[in-house]
């Protein structure tokens, strides 16, 4: 696609529920990274993809989280039992060549209530 | 010490100045610098990246980086009120070669008429 889509763009859910967060990268890019940015606190590295491998997730807060991407291209980030600090904005971004060169998706709100 | 310092700001500016945001880093072995703009609400957007000593100029923008006082720096000439928004400086973690990037918590830039 011409950018980086993410759905959705508003989830709020209950404690103690799973949520899936869905990443659609540029077409062609092979890198695709996932950022967290809470209220007052600056983006917070999750995860990178390349291709279909992640070959760091040392940004995962905890093993409630977790991600995979599939045919090189779409990307879904899972939180478990989610808790209210999970609270905050998810961000994915994608780079043709794994530079740090992004292009930003609109993001994904998370309310955890 | 944080990894990724930028001053919070507010910065105020009138239109038509010179708007000058400041970002040090500690890691030593980074090679990449990236300045990133973030309307509120909105996600950030890339808009320029530095990786050599000294400026870089793309349009009203100038990126300056000093390697050896770990200083990176955005100069914006002739501001407008439309580049009101919070300017977040990245750096690419030395060591990494994919893209992975460390992101200041922002400078908070308002441009008045």
């Known amino acids: 696609g011409a950018g980086v889509s993410q759905s959705p763009s508003n989830k709020v859910t209950e404690k103690g529920k799973d949520v899936e967060l869905r990443c659609d990268p540029i077409?062609?890019?092979?890198?695709l990274y996932w950022y967290r940015q809470s209220l007052g606190q600056g983006l917070e590295f999750l995860i990178y993809f390349q291709g279909n491998s992640a070959p760091d997730k040392s940004g995962l807060p905890s093993d409630r989280f977790s991600a995979e991407r599939t045919g090189g291209s779409v990307s879904t980030l899972t939180i478990q039992r989610t808790q209210q600090e999970d609270s905050a904005v998810y961000l994915c971004?994608?780079?043709?060549?794994?530079?740090?060169?992004?292009?930003f998706g609109s993001g994904t709100r998370l309310t955890v209530v | 010490q944080k990894e990724v310092e930028q001053n919070s700001g507010p910065l105020s500016v009138p239109e038509g100045a010179i708007a000058s945001l400041n970002c040090t880093y500690s890691d030593r072995g980074s090679q990449s610098f990236f300045w990133y703009r973030q309307y509120s609400g909105k996600s950030p957007e890339l808009i320029m990246f530095i990786y050599s000593n000294g400026d870089k100029e793309d349009g009203r923008f100038t990126a300056q980086l000093n390697k050896a006082s770990q200083y990176v720096s955005l100069l914006i000439r002739d501001s407008q009120p439309s580049d009101s928004a919070t300017y977040l400086c990245?750096?690419?973690?030395?060591?990494?070669?994919?893209?992975?990037?460390?992101f200041g918590q922002g400078t908070i830039l308002t441009v008045h008429p």
């Open positions: 971004a994608s780079s043709p060549s794994g530079s740090g060169g992004y292009t």
């Open positions: 990245a750096v690419e973690a030395g060591g990494t070669s994919y893209g992975k990037l460390t």
């Open positions: 077409s062609g890019h092979t890198a």
